[in-house]
């Protein structure tokens, strides 16, 4: 069985943030599932144009989605919704993310970034994407990745598992249908 190659975005470039906390705890535990190459894309690091003119940035998303099987996006919650970097990277692809699950992984005060994960699963409809049905909700996310050695609650650890086997479900499904026929989208 080939690999199932999963990109996670890390969805927050503020000072301070604790997303790339959270992806780490997600990423430890999505390399755990068989065939599955996961590697991640620190938006932070990577830097896209806002007025999305041209750039390595954008070519470089773009090819990593176009050969990406999966997608988790990691996504803070920011005034009941997500970042503008977020946007931006799905703003600035258009059709690698097509016919692709994705999952998402939020976190933020009580309401664990749940408004956040409902306001992307719209926009990433009209990218043509599944959005798998299973998310990660981590509440209080500051207390619980105060430490360099997380204790995330049993809850958001069942739900990243439950996540991980639906995304390989609909990861591999899709990737050996877009291999047959090309979306008509």
């Given amino acids: 069985m080939t690999d199932l190659f999963v990109e996670v975005i890390v969805g927050s470039v503020r000072e301070g943030r604790i997303g790339s906390a959270v992806a780490d705890w997600f990423v430890a535990r999505a390399v755990r599932q068989p065939n599955w190459s996961v590697s991640v894309i620190d938006l932070a690091e990577l830097m896209l144009p806002t007025d999305f003119s041209p750039s390595e940035a954008a070519e470089e998303l773009r090819r990593r989605i176009e050969r990406a099987d999966a997608v988790v996006a990691v996504t803070p919650e920011y005034n009941h919704g997500y970042s503008a970097a977020l946007k931006t990277a799905l703003d600035s692809v258009k059709h690698e993310w097509r016919a692709k699950p994705i999952g998402f992984v939020s976190y933020g005060g009580v309401s664990g970034g749940l408004r ?12 043509h994407m599944v959005s798998v049905r299973q998310s990660v909700s981590i509440h209080q996310a500051r207390k619980q990745f105060r430490s360099p050695n997380p204790t995330v609650d049993a809850i958001a650890t069942d ?16 990737r050996e249908h877009r291999g047959r026929k090309a979306y008509p989208g």
């Fill in 159 to 174: 739900a990243a598992d439950r996540m991980i086997g639906q995304l390989d479900w609909w990861g591999r499904g899709l």
């Fill in 116 to 127: 956040a994960t409902e306001q992307l699963r719209q926009v990433v409809a009209e990218l």
